[in-house]
């Protein structure tokens, strides 16, 4: 899911991340930039160090998405490792032990290079794209978890937060779906890619970790490619015959043609304990829609009204997990209190 876009400033000439291959974390200062200019003068070793200074980032680096450690975290550590070194005048201090000798092992600090090796247009402007691990490896994400992407348009660095929708337990590839907005500035790099390119990564982030058996009923609430959270939730219960967690997961989309992975979406609801629902806001006509759909539709926005009576149907007491716009994660966090549920009773991605 893409966030909104943030204020934006041209990136500075020591943004990192610009070159190929796996960028470091931002703000980390090179191994190799020299330290002595001038030997001998006090006022060029002074500039030598500004020089090593990491760079605070944009505020376009930060996805908004809360992660820990956040690029601001990463700067102010790398900030506090360069003062420390400037003091005692020991440039070893800047330098900080890093392995990446397997690119699917993920980092939440240092961006990784993956190799995209498929692109699928789903709709008008949602991509799924699927990214290569080396041999049978795992992404290594829990259930619901995120990445983050950084991306470069017209110099200026951007980074935004995506949830994979693959299995948890997907061997040699993860996917990834993302919609692309005229006007975002990540859609336009993203519009850009094509099988064979590099795209980094790094995470993993989430504060939500699914655990079988956990909850008697889940609610997913999902507004359009708020679904991607859910998938791997859902899969991962729907792959163990041990958890038997109910699951009532309302998809909400602008049309019928706009419904992400239909087809995954009909598999899963044949599941004992699996039921699958629509809000449409831009249909009207039931008769236009195929025979198992329509029992199961509603046209319209997702109301108090009708969330108290989803909630209301439910077979076990539910924990909802809410996930779209920011708009609507806030009204519906504001419908599932007036429907009786606790605010430690559901989940905001």
């Known amino acids: 899911m893409e966030m909104p876009k943030l204020a934006q400033s041209r990136s500075a000439q020591n943004v990192a991340g610009k070159g190929a291959g796996p960028g470091p974390a931002l703000g980390r200062v090179s191994d190799q930039a020299p330290l002595m200019v001038g030997q001998g003068e006090e006022g060029d070793k002074e500039e030598a160090w500004l020089q090593l200074r990491p760079v605070e980032p944009l505020p ?31 440039r070893s201090l800047l330098r900080r ?6 690119p699917s092992k993920l980092s939440p600090e240092t961006f990784l290079a993956f190799l995209i090796s ?9 991509y799924l794209v699927r990214f290569a691990l080396p041999g049978n490896s795992q992404l290594g994400l829990r259930p619901g978890q995120h990445l983050i992407l950084r991306g470069t348009v017209d110099d200026l660095e951007i980074q935004r937060a995506y949830t994979p929708i693959s299995p948890a337990n997907a061997e040699g590839y993860f996917e990834v779906l993302i919609k692309c907005y005229q006007t ?3 859609s336009q790099y993203v519009k850009s890619w094509k099988a064979g390119d590099t795209a980094f990564w790094r995470g993993p982030f989430g504060g939500f970790f699914y655990k079988p058996n956990q909850y008697g009923e889940l609610l997913m609430l999902a507004a359009g490619t708020g679904l991607a959270p859910m998938v791997p939730i859902l899969q991962s219960i729907t792959d163990n015959a041990e958890d038997e967690t109910f699951i009532t997961l309302v998809g909400c989309f602008k049309t019928f043609e706009g ?3 239909k087809t995954f979406l009909q598999e899963q609801a044949r599941f004992w304990n699996v039921r699958t629902f629509f809000v449409l806001s831009q249909e009207n006509s039931l008769e236009q829609l195929p025979w198992s759909y329509r029992d ?10 009708l969330l108290e009576e989803l909630v209301g149907s439910c077979r076990r007491k539910p924990f909802a997990l809410v996930c779209g716009s920011a708009e609507f994660t806030k009204d519906v966090a504001g419908y599932l209190l007036h429907a009786g549920l606790a605010e430690d009773s559901y989940f905001l991605f």
């Open 259 to 261: 419904i992400y992975m």
């Open 296 to 305: 199961r539709t509603h046209f319209g926005r997702l109301d108090r009204d």
């Open 184 to 186: 975002g500035l990540m």
């Open 60 to 90: 376009s680096q930060c996805c908004g998405s809360g992660c820990s450690p956040c690029v601001f975290d990463l700067y102010q550590r790398d900030l506090a490792r360069w003062e420390a070194a400037r003091a005692s005048k020991d």
């Open 97 to 102: 032990e890093e392995t990446q000798s397997c």
């Open 118 to 126: 498929g692109v699928e247009r789903l709709t008008k402007d949602t």
